[in-house]
């Protein structure tokens, strides 16, 4: 496997960083999942522009212009073979001191690596996911706001301890105030009376870009599509519920603590989305190239 490691492709032994990068001694740093389906990535301008907004929140400046890591992303595929898997892009704050101060890290670590997608199993996608809410709470938009996409995952990793703990493979987190956010890694839908509902991002949530895309395909569908503050009560009621993210696409849920959801399998509305998200997916995005 070939990493691109800041406007290199270096074999994998070779690509190592510093155990002085913040990006290791405190999650300093931002990055993205991306696909590729069919040879083509998957919605990367969108990727790429996500990546862009979380560095700037976090007053990292990538040392590359949007384009130029457009490219990087495509040649690393292309190296790669990388045709239908997953890219890990990722900015590290760089090397520093023990200290805590990012200014004196004075170049970010652009890593990009291609290889194969894991997925949750096949059968989930048809039988659809048992899930819990869990006790770790969302991040505080005030204190590590949930849209910034950074290498702190440990709120996250909690929330899915707990789920795996309990059981089960995701875990629902609810903000501070108690309305649901989101799952680990994932986006939360549910359909209630024909509508698509799912939390605005003011819930505190990572504003993925397969629900963007899903409720844009939604709304193709001639579907109600609505951004809700929604309770516990309002998932435990809903008809249908699925996840949506890069990795897992759009995964139906049938049970959250032990509530059936609908009839307990996944539901129409649920299925017709997955497969329209698949064929979208399957047909669009940038093409590889060196
Ligand atoms: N929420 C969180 C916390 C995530 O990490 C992710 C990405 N894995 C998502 C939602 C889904 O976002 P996307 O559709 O852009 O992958």
Redesign the pocket.
Known sequence: MKIYMNGKLVPEKQARVSVFDHGLLYGDGVFE?IRSYNGRVFMLDE?VA?LYRSARAIALEIPMTPEGIKRAVLRTCHANKCNNGYVRLVVTRGVGTLGLNPYLCKKPQIIIIAADIQLYPRELYKKGLDIVTVGTMRNQPEALN?SI?SLN?LN?VLAKIEAINAGVMEAIMLNPQGFVS??????LFIIRNGELLTPPTEAG??E????NVVMALARDMGITVREKMMSRYDIYTSDEMFL????AEVIPVVRVDRRVIGDGNPGPQTMALLKSFKDFAGSSGTPIHA
């Open positions: 999942g990727h996500r949930p996409k995952y996250n989101e799952a680990t890694g994932d986006n949530i990572l993925g870009i397969t629900r949506t993210g890069t990795a």
